[in-house]
């Protein structure tokens, strides 16, 4: 019969069973609770945690089934990559990049006469970078204009039903303005600018336009 185990994460008090949080054994609650990790509790007896108890649960279902189960409108994943860094559980870290990516790319309605991208922006002290999304012929000539700024992190993914490619810089080798420049050569301006809900101050989504060749003004 199955240990069951009750967790206070941030707060909020979760049931599930010990061989559940034991999934990824080199994971952190993998660590913690086959002792091989201190643990905490609360005046009532439940496991500690201090984490966001509300993103938590994704992280749970993804514990029990062995992959990301999110709603359709989902926003927060910044957040919870974050908190996959933090259990130290790449395999969920892996499965928000993707579902992030292909999410950004279902909103990028690209039309005859318009043609979008979207440029996500992180300042955050541990996770710097700029992330670009948009159609393969775009990329491949930012990836020519932008080789001079090769030289740190690059991490290249297609995912996404309209064929999205995504290509990701370590800010500190990509400078924001540079991008900028690069589009606006190419004949994109800047159209909206998106802060993230979680951290509006470190992280935001820029989405820029351009007509295509041959469009109507």
């Known amino acids: 019969m199955a240990e069951i185990v009750k967790l206070n994460v941030g707060g909020v008090i979760y049931t599930t069973s010990r061989s559940t949080l034991t999934k990824y054994p080199n994971s952190m609650l993998g660590t913690m609770f086959s002792g091989r990790l201190p643990t905490t509790k609360d005046e009532h007896g439940n496991y500690w945690i201090d984490s ?9 279902d993804f514990l029990r089934h062995g992959c990301l189960t999110i709603p359709e409108h989902f926003k927060d994943f910044e957040l919870l990559e974050k908190e996959a860094d933090f259990y130290q559980l790449p395999e969920l870290t892996k499965a928000v990049k993707t579902r992030s990516c292909t999410q950004c790319g279902k909103q990028i309605n690209d039309t005859e006469e318009k043609e979008h991208l979207v440029v996500k922006v992180s300042t955050r002290s541990y996770d710097s970078y700029v992330q670009i999304f948009g159609a393969n012929e775009t990329i491949r000539k930012l990836q020519s204009s932008l080789s001079p700024y090769k030289n ?15 290509h990701k810089y370590c800010q500190r080798s990509l400078p924001p303005a540079a991008l900028k420049l690069e589009l606006l050569n190419l004949g994109f301006n800047m159209c909206q600018n998106v802060p993230d809900e979680a951290e509006p101050e470190k992280t935001a989504s820029y989405w820029f336009m351009k007509q295509k060749s041959g469009a109507a003004e």
């Open 152 to 166: 740190g992190q690059i991490n290249d993914m297609q995912c996404g039903e309209k064929n999205i490619v995504i």
């Open 52 to 60: 966001n108890g509300e993103i938590f649960r994704y992280v749970l």
